[in-house]
Nanobody
Framework: QVQLVESGGGLVQPGGSLRLSCAASGSIFSINTMGWYRQAPGKQRELVATVTGDGSSKYADSIKGRFTISRDNAKDTVYLQMNSLKPEDTAIYYC????????????????WGQGTQVTVSS
């Protein structure tokens, strides 16, 4: 079994910062791409950022220059540093990881975290 556990969400004022973390645990052989999605009320889930195992990252246009994704491969953890937060960044943020498990090293599977709420409001 594999679990992704997120932390770091909360309430912040516009212009503030938050850092999200997501740690993977369980029977992991290796982790490929890791990333973050978000879903605002009444909207579809959207991609925020991804990072590959060698550190190559991609970002949604709406957060470029404000958010930074990074990962610590030794800890099987991905981070999302969010700066200059805006009210429109309010959403539940989900991490995702494409993982090869010990039992199925040939079969990459996407695992999702439970989500963490980020609210940007004065």
């Amino acid at each position: 079994q594999v679990q992704l556990v997120e932390s770091g969400g909360g309430l912040v004022q516009p212009g503030g910062s938050l850092r999200l973390s997501c740690a993977a645990s369980g029977s992991i052989f290796s982790i490929n791409t890791m990333g973050w999605y978000r879903q605002a009320p009444g909207k579809q889930r959207e991609l925020v950022a991804t990072v590959t195992g060698d550190g190559s990252s991609k970002y949604a246009d709406s957060i470029k220059g404000r958010f930074t994704i990074s990962r610590d491969n030794a800890k099987d953890t991905v981070y999302l540093q969010m700066n200059s937060l805006k009210p429109e960044d309010t959403a539940i943020y989900y991490c995702v990881a494409v993982i090869l498990t010990q039992a199925r090293v040939w079969d990459p599977i996407s695992y999702w975290g439970q989500g963490t709420q980020v609210t940007v409001s004065s």
